[in-house]
Every structure is written in C-alpha cells, then in structure tokens.
C-alpha cells in the first residue's frame, strides 16, 4: 500500500538526505522481507534444535542452544526491520509516538539478546531477571510501533488480539511457550503490515 498524504511527503524529503543506496533500501520492500526472514528464522529454532519442546520452553532460549546462530540471525533481521521503520518515521508528523516505540523497541532486542534468558522458565542470575524485562519492552513497542503504522486506530483491539492468542496458544498448545509464539505471531504480523503500509 503506497504511503500518501504529508506522511509521504516527510518520508521522501527524508529519505532524499540520505546516501541513494540507502535511501532506496528504506523506500523499498527490504523491511518486508526482514520481517518474514526474521520469523521464519526464529521459528525454524524449533526444528533446528528439538531439545527444546515449543510448547514449553519460550523461544529464547534457543539463545543458549545448538541453535544461537540461527536465533540471533533472526532476531538481528528483527532489529533491522525496527531500524527501517524508525528511518522511515524519523520527522514524519505525527509519529512522534511511533518513533519513541520504535527507539524503545531497538534497546529491549539489543538488551535481550546481550541478556539471555535463564533456562526452563527459571530466574537465577542477573541476566535471567534482565531478560523478560528487554522482551517485554522489545514486544509492547514493536506491538505499539505496528498498530500505529498498519493502522492507526486499533490498538485497543490489535492488544486484544495479543492477549487473545496467547490465551489460545496457551490452551490449544498446552504450555506457556506456545502462548509466547501465538503473541508473538500477532506481533510479527503487525510489524509485517506495518513494514508495508509505511513504504
């Protein structure tokens, strides 16, 4: 969906003062594909390194598994596309909001991923407390970030939408890390149509 009105106007005046090749890499559909790259990566954890049950264990702590690589691959992908979107939001009139979210988003991923989590849902050392607080941070921002951007008057029901598919993860896939990825699959939606709508 091409952007349009004075958003579009600030996003090409912006873009304009950067280097062509980047600028040509925020307009384009990069974002997009960051975005699908990302969540394919983190998800194919799971099959990667089959330790770890996804109905249970969150998705983080592939971080501390054979599958680290793959996990920090994607969630780097994951910075990239906030990275982007920042970009892209830099200046523009009434995104103010959405570029503190997506300022707030960048330091929670930086900070989960330099934290990793505690194994097994357990909280024992500095990290393990730190973690969930960067990935909550990292989540409710990208969660704020992507409403605003895909459309900006649903919040209220893309919140709903969050919690309503961690409850159904929770009971359909019996445990709380299917709770985790069922949320977090409305994120990444979320920041898909946000990456698509905001070109």
Same mark, same amino acid.
């Given at each position: 969906?091409?952007?349009?009105?004075?958003d579009?106007?600030?996003?090409?005046?912006?873009?304009?003062q950067?280097?062509?090749?980047?600028?040509?890499?925020?307009?384009?559909?990069?974002?997009?594909?960051?975005?699908?790259?990302?969540?394919?990566?983190?998800?194919?954890?799971?099959?990667?390194?089959?330790?770890?049950?996804?109905?249970?264990?969150?998705?983080?702590?592939?971080?501390?598994?054979?599958?680290?690589?793959?996990?920090?691959?994607?969630?780097?992908?994951?910075?990239?596309?906030?990275?982007?979107?920042?970009?892209?939001?830099?200046?523009?009139?009434?995104?103010? !909001?959405?570029?503190? #979210?997506?300022?707030? $988003? @960048?330091?929670?991923? /930086? =900070?989960?991923?330099? +934290?990793?989590?505690?194994?097994?849902?357990?909280?024992?050392?500095?990290?393990?407390?730190l973690?969930?607080?960067?990935?909550?941070?990292?989540?409710?921002?990208l969660?704020?970030?992507?409403?605003?951007?895909?459309?900006?008057?649903?919040?209220?029901?893309?919140?709903?939408?969050?919690?309503?598919?961690?409850?159904?993860?929770?009971?359909a896939? !019996?445990?709380?890390? #299917?709770?985790?990825? $069922? @949320?977090?699959?409305? /994120? =990444?939606?979320?920041? +898909?149509?946000?990456?698509?709508?905001?070109?």
């Amino acid at each position: 969906m091409p952007p349009s009105g004075y958003d579009a106007f600030m996003t090409t005046q912006f873009s304009q003062q950067l280097p062509a090749p980047f600028a040509k890499l925020v307009r384009g559909r990069a974002a997009e594909f960051l975005v699908l790259f990302g969540a394919a990566a983190i998800l194919a954890c799971d099959l990667l390194d089959q330790t770890l049950d996804p109905r249970i264990y969150a998705a983080s702590e592939h971080a501390l598994g054979s599958a680290a690589w793959l996990f920090h691959l994607g969630l780097g992908a994951i910075l990239a596309v906030t990275l982007l979107l920042l970009t892209r939001s830099w200046g523009v009139k009434g995104r103010s !909001g959405v570029t503190r #979210a997506l300022i707030l $988003a @960048a330091v929670g991923i /930086v =900070g989960l991923a330099i +934290f990793p989590t505690d194994p097994g849902w357990q909280v024992t050392t500095v990290a393990g407390r730190l973690h969930p607080t960067f990935a909550i941070l990292a989540a409710g921002s990208l969660l704020f970030a992507g409403s605003r951007l895909a459309h900006r008057k649903r919040l209220i029901i893309d919140t709903v939408l969050l919690y309503g598919a961690g409850f159904a993860g929770y009971f359909a896939g !019996g445990g709380a890390g #299917a709770a985790e990825r $069922a @949320a977090l699959a409305v /994120v =990444g939606v979320l920041l +898909f149509l946000a990456a698509r709508r905001s070109r």
